[in-house]
């Protein structure tokens, strides 16, 4: 006598999920890095902060050459050693350069798969939402962490080769030999990268909020611009330092003598709280928005 089993197929996990689904491997961050750095916006962006330093040493051979140049006093000392023109190229950058990028980056992340009508099927694979807005901050990051340092290398590269390895002439008045330089602009680099923390949240945020990239990115830098501007008012007086962006410029204590922390610590803190600010409201916008596109 044999007896025979009705077997039930193997449905699967009881939620439903396909079999080896793990949460924490979709998205894996260096397919999403390879994908952003494959966009033409990313490869231009960190393009031109690399043809950047080649522009202003071909400036400064034009100015140099130039009897009625009015710039003589910057060219000199954007030309007196490899890293016053690094230090001259971030002068340049920091204000609005450097926040666009980011702004670019940060501000195209979750906007881009909406307008492609992509990020509802990321969902669906499923991406967990909170996983795929750290995903996205993440490259987003690493993309303006390399665009900065793209910059900063290239600057010092070719201002040592055009102009030698000469001490830092800093804005105070005295020197800084060039070994002590290059830590102090180590510095004086990551107190920059700290400081963009907060239009790197906005951006996300605004980055949510929208379906238009452009309207993200546009966003950020037009509050960034708005927030210069409402800090050269001094009728405000005390007021303006709470606005995001005040310390921008406090990487130059960097380059003091003697290093004046109190701004660069203060500046830090105001990113981080800002960007912590952005990313919360980010999160919570994002973690209940009804996806349609």
Excluded: C
């Amino acid at each position: 006598m044999s007896t025979t089993h009705n077997a039930k197929p193997d449905s699967g996990p009881p939620d439903g999920r396909a079999a080896g689904y793990s949460a924490g491997r979709t998205l894996p961050f260096t397919t999403e890095l390879r994908r952003q750095f494959g966009r033409r916006r990313t490869q231009l962006a960190i393009g031109f902060l690399a043809l950047l330093p080649v522009i202003l040493a071909i400036a400064f051979a034009i100015g140099s050459s130039s009897e009625d140049s009015d710039a003589g006093g910057l060219i000199e000392l954007g030309t007196r050693g490899g890293v016053n023109f690094t230090v001259f190229a971030l002068f340049m950058s920091v204000g609005f350069l450097l926040i666009v990028v980011v702004a670019l980056f940060f501000g195209d992340s979750v906007a881009s798969e909406a307008s492609w009508s992509s990020l509802r099927y990321l969902l669906a694979i499923p991406v967990p939402r909170i996983r795929l807005l750290v995903q996205k901050a993440l490259v987003s990051a690493t993309l303006s962490i390399a665009a900065i340092l793209t910059l900063v290398v290239v600057s010092l590269v070719l201002g040592t080769a055009l102009y030698g390895a000469e001490p830092l002439v800093t804005p105070f008045g005295d020197g800084l030999s060039f070994t002590d330089a290059l830590g102090r602009l180590v510095i004086a680099v990551a107190y920059i990268g700290v400081n963009l923390l907060w239009v790197a949240g906005l951006a996300m945020l605004l980055s949510v909020l929208t379906d238009a990239p452009l309207g993200a990115v546009g966003g950020a830098v037009m509050t960034s611009i708005l927030m210069q501007i409402l800090d050269q008012i001094t009728a405000l007086g005390s007021l303006r330092n709470y606005l995001p962006g005040h310390y921008a410029n406090s990487w130059i204590d960097a380059l003091a003598p003697t290093i004046e922390w109190n701004d660069i610590v203060v500046g830090s803190f105001s990113a981080v709280a800002y960007a912590a600010l952005f990313g919360v409201v980010a999160w919570q916008r994002f973690s209940t928005k009804d996806i349609t596109s």
